[in-house]
């Protein structure tokens, strides 16, 4: 498994679109930190390497993309096989880091030519988009019969947004608040620690001096 040098942050952008390469049977994720009870959907879109054209198709038949979605306890909230084109849901249960990973299915490599020193794996395009809290409008917006459910579903998605930005607003000041507690019981540690070091100090001074006292007199030194 490959991961994706980047974690995505929806703080202010709740949606975000990208692409990658991917090799044969290569999987690749990302990080997600997101808040409880939050709806996510990805979208993707395979297209394939032409090795004759020495560019990406506009479709990849045949081939099929593995989704899996993991939280860092382990905890499986997808795994499906889809198509070479598809949309995935799912809602977090908790806050925290959530994996998505993506492993094409396919198993073929690309033809050489005759005259060609070596073959070269078989190469996907991987388009994503990544959408938290939030609905499709666009779907929503095609199914509207009017202009007055148009408008209902608009501003439904605003609601979400807003509501989206409030949970993400909510999530983020629990993480300060617990970073906030750790912080103070380190400090509280760190005083601890230095408060006992020079009692033990204190108390090794003064041994050596009882002790060398001692040996002065013993020695009829004083």
Known sequence: MQTLTFVLSFYFSLSTAFYFHVGEREEKCIIEDIPSDTLITGSFKIQQWDIRRQDF????????MFV??????????LSKL?????RFYFTSHSPGEHIICLESNSTRLVSCPKNASSCLLFVQRIHLEIRVGQRDLDAALAQAKDRVNEVSFKLEHLIE??????????????REEDF?????????????WAFVQTLIFISIGIFQM???????IAKKLV
Request: proline content about 4%; overall charge negative.
């Open 57 to 64: 198709l506009e479709s990849a038949p045949g081939l099929g």
């Open 68 to 77: 899996t979605v993991t939280t860092y306890n382990d905890e499986v909230l």
């Open 82 to 86: 889809y198509g070479p084109q598809g």
């Open 161 to 174: 947004q807003i509501e989206q930005i409030v949970k993400e607003q909510n999530y983020q000041r629990d």
């Open 180 to 192: 906030r507690m750790i912080s103070e019981d380190t400090n509280s540690n760190v005083l601890w």
């Open 210 to 216: 009882k002790y060398l006292k001692d040996f002065f």
